[in-house]
C-alpha cells in the first residue's frame, strides 16, 4: 500500500529507485499527421519496439495508425485529425 507521511517528515533527498508501475498494457499516443518515418526511427530503431503486422498498411501508406508492440506493452500511436493532443508542461 501507499506509505503516509505526516508534516514533520522530511521528503527524501532522493527519489524511490523503483516504481509502483508493474506494467504499461496498451498506451494510446497521437502524432502529427505525415510523421511516420519519425515515428518508426524512434520507436522501432531507437527504442526496440516492434511494429504489430495488423497496421503494416498505414506504414506503408504512411498515414493512419501505427500500432508497436515492446514486451507486454502496445502502443497505438494515432494520427491527429487534424492536429496532434499536445498537453504542455
Sequence with gaps: ????TSSTDQPPSQPPSTSNIIVLDHLNINHAQNTHSSLLNFYVSTLGMTLDERKID???KKCGTVWVNGGASQF???EGKPNPQV???
Design 87 to 89: 498537453i504542455d508542461g
Design 1 to 4: 500500500g501507499l506509505s503516509q
Design 76 to 78: 497505438h500511436l494515432s
Design 58 to 60: 498505414n506504414v506503408e
